[in-house]
Nanobody
Framework: QVQLVESGGGLVQPGGSLRLSCSAS????????MGWYRQAPGKQRELVAT???????DYADSVKGRFTISRDNAKNTVYMQMNSLKLEDTAVYYC?????????????WGQGTQVTVSS
């Protein structure tokens, strides 16, 4: 059984920073693309950033230049450094990963971590 566990959310003032982490555990053969999504109250879940196994990253326009996604393949962990946070970044942030296990490849999700930007 595979689990993704996120950490690092919290309350921060506008202009502040947070670093999210997400670690995958279980009977994992390989991890391909990992990413972060977010869902604000009353809105649909949206893609924030993704990173491939060889380090190629992509970002939503709304976070380009402020957020940086990275990963440590040895630790099965993806990170997201969030700087210059804005009120509109408030959301539940979810980690996602494409993981190969014994029975095949599947998309896995974490439980979510709350990020609140408020003065």
């Amino acid at each position: 059984q595979v689990q993704l566990v996120e950490s690092g959310g919290g309350l921060v003032q506008p202009g502040g920073s947070l670093r999210l982490s997400c670690s995958a555990s279980g009977m994992i053969f390989s991890i391909y693309t990992m990413g972060w999504y977010r869902q604000a109250p009353g809105k649909q879940r949206e893609l924030v950033a993704t990173i491939t196994s060889d380090g190629n990253s992509d970002y939503a326009d709304s976070v380009k230049g402020r957020f940086t996604i990275s990963r440590d393949n040895a630790k099965n962990t993806v990170y997201m450094q969030m700087n210059s946070l804005k009120l509109e970044d408030t959301a539940v942030y979810y980690c996602s990963a494409q993981i190969e296990v014994a029975s095949g490849g599947y998309d896995y999700w974490g439980q979510g971590t709350q990020v609140t930007v408020s003065s």
